[in-house]
Nanobody
């Protein structure tokens, strides 16, 4: 059984940095792709970043490219999301998701419906 548990969110000031963690448990074959999504207040969930099992391929959403960094510690089964230069519009619940599928084009992994497992989310609030 796969479980994903996010942590690291909180209330920060604009310009601050935060590192989110996603602790994963379960068969490694079910965790081939791990991604972060976020859901701002009143909006749909949107793709933030994804990483492969061997950390040999990362992909970012257009709104965060160059600002956020995804990484993975395979030994600890943890995926991190470093959020730098935060802005109030980055306020959202950040979710970790995983899928065993590895053979699709990058855009496939931008869709929430293509992920089998989800964490409960962690709130990041950026105050100006």
């Amino acid at each position: 059984q796969v479980q994903l548990v996010e942590s690291g969110g909180g209330l920060v000031l604009a310009g601050d940095s935060v590192r989110l963690s996603c602790a994963a448990s379960g068969p490694s074959s079910r965790l081939s792709i791990v991604a972060w999504f976020r859901q701002p207040p009143g909006k749909e969930r949107e793709f933030v970043a994804k990483i492969t099992a061997r950390s040999d391929n990362m992909d970012y959403g257009d709104l965060v490219k160059g600002w956020f960094t995804i990484s993975r510690d395979t030994a600890e089964n943890t995926v991190f999301l470093q959020l730098d230069s935060l802005k109030p519009e980055d306020t959202a619940v950040y979710y970790c998701a995983a899928t065993p599928s590895t053979t699709w084009p990058s855009t496939y992994y931008h869709q929430t419906r293509n992920y089998n497992y989800w964490g409960q989310g962690t709130q990041v609030t950026v105050s100006s």
